[in-house]
């Protein structure tokens, strides 16, 4: 299938650090691709380089064959890429409720954003239970299906996961991943998941990169990295 | 002191206290919410307030504009200049080295250009009168006498702030404000372009400065140092929370009763003192402010 989302030869940085040098990567249409390293690798800026939050000071970012170039992080929601933060990055002050609207923030149709909000809701029933709560007084579980659906409500074609596992219990990384695998399905949605759980990370993707140092050390089908002892001991600590 | 005459300045200095306090919860709106959407303390908002009044008084007086015409040109003007300012200055220093110190700096400077303009075209030298369009007269409330003009301060203050609350809280363009200040990151995330965002904060806050102005301005003297009403529209704000809209108009008429009922029943002469006593109970008490919620450290 043609590559969704293409990256070619990223370099990126925060001043004089460098956290990314030359980092090439490619995301089928309709695919999950795992994006795998220990901390300080470089999978954050990976995302925000795609999100237009981060510019690249070298390489392009294409969308469905098109440059990303010279846009900003609200022209790149428009035009179809959404980013799970990491970090529950939420609106804590606003109401669940509230929280799913301003998602869809980049959308003008008003009866699509209401008929999502009931979609999102059939996903997360725990929302339609809190909906009216301030999201910051939510569990951190809880957060991160908003933090989920809050991406969805925007209609990427394209979704970034930021370590959606981070700090939930196994069951709720069983959860929420199961909830991310029937989204892909049903909703026909192209996933890149940034994640350190490695395990779960190559279980539900088609392909794998690992990044170390901000380069791609190794890339593979995720069944013959998950298969490959040593490269999982020597990157991904498991 | 009889319980007679305590009644009735309690109802005068808490009438006309109001009629004040609208002007400083106007000023204090206007630096709450640039504060809270961009984390800038802006030192330019007594400028604003002092600009609109000499740009009132010289499309009044020079060009010839009738009031009507002339109020509401210059409060659109007041609000362009400072989205012009977000654009051209602040996007720029920002952009150099995104440190809020260095964004507070640039209002200060800006403040100084403005004092200086004024003071450059010679009107500021002396202070002038600025004409009323509000017929003379009074009313009395219980045993509080209010001048019509002091009505139409208050009525209009009112239905600003009330305006200003429903964009903020009801509207898309609300929404994406209160998201930038609760959340930067999360915000570009949906979608939300920051430097328009906070643009139109800017445009507001001119333009909310500017209607104190033309509203205040009859019953004060103009001069190139009128800006330093905005001492009390800090301490408004603070007595707030600085970050929260209505603790900013709150705390805007408690400055302005406890003024006038100082000057009432202390002396004219203590009225200065009274903004800084509110201060500093309200920071003994409960230092998050009025409606600060709780308290948050920040990294600077
Ligand atoms: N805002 C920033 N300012 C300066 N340096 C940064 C910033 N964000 C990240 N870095 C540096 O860039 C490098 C890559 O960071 P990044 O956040 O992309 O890693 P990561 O793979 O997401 O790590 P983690 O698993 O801990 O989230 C690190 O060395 C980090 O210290
Ligand atoms: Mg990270």
Known sequence: ?238 | MNTEIVFLFLQQGIASGLVTGSVYALLALALVIVFRTTDVANFAEGEFYMAAAYLAFFLIALVGLPIWAAAPAMVVGIAVAAGLFQRVVLRRVAAARGVSVNLVIATLGLSYVLKGFVRATGFGDTPRSFPSVVPDGSVTLGQASLSYLDLAILGAALAVMAAFFAVFNLTRTGRAMRAVGMNRRAAQLVGINLGRTERLVWIFAGGISAVAAILIAPKLLMTAEMGGVVTLAFAAAIVGGFASLPGAVVGGFIIGIAENLVGLFVSTRAINVAPFVIIMLVLIFKPQGLFGGRLRVRKV
């Open chain 1, 1 to 238: 299938m043609a590559d969704l989302l293409e990256l070619d030869d990223i370099c990126a940085g925060y001043g004089r650090i460098e956290a990314l040098s030359g980092v090439s990567l490619r995301v089928p249409e309709g695919g999950i691709v795992a994006l795998l390293g220990a901390n300080g690798a470089g999978k954050t800026t990976t995302l925000n380089v795609v999100s237009g939050i981060v510019a690249p000071t070298r390489g392009e970012v294409r969308l469905a064959g098109r440059s990303l170039r010279g846009l900003g992080s609200d022209a790149i929601v428009a035009a179809g890429i959404s980013q799970v933060p990491e970090g529950r990055e939420i609106f804590r002050d606003m109401s669940v409720h509230e929280n799913l609207v301003i998602g869809a923030h980049a959308r003008r149709d008003k009866a699509g954003i209401a008929r999502d909000i009931e979609v999102m809701t059939g996903y997360f029933p725990i929302l339609a239970k809190r909906f009216r709560q301030m999201a910051g007084t939510m569990s951190g579980g809880e957060q991160q299906m908003l933090l989920i659906a809050r991406a969805l409500m925007a209609r990427p074609k394209l979704l970034l996961l930021d370590e959606p596992s981070l700090g939930l219990s196994p069951l709720l990384v069983q959860q929420i991943f199961d909830i991310i695998v029937r989204l892909h399905r049903d909703e026909k949605l192209t996933l890149l998941i940034v994640e350190q759980n490695a395990a779960v990370a190559l279980a539900v993707s088609d392909y794998a990169y690992i990044l170390e140092n901000g380069e791609v050390v190794a890339k593979g089908p995720s069944a013959v990295l998950a298969a490959d002892d040593s490269l999982r001991a020597a990157y991904l600590g498991a």
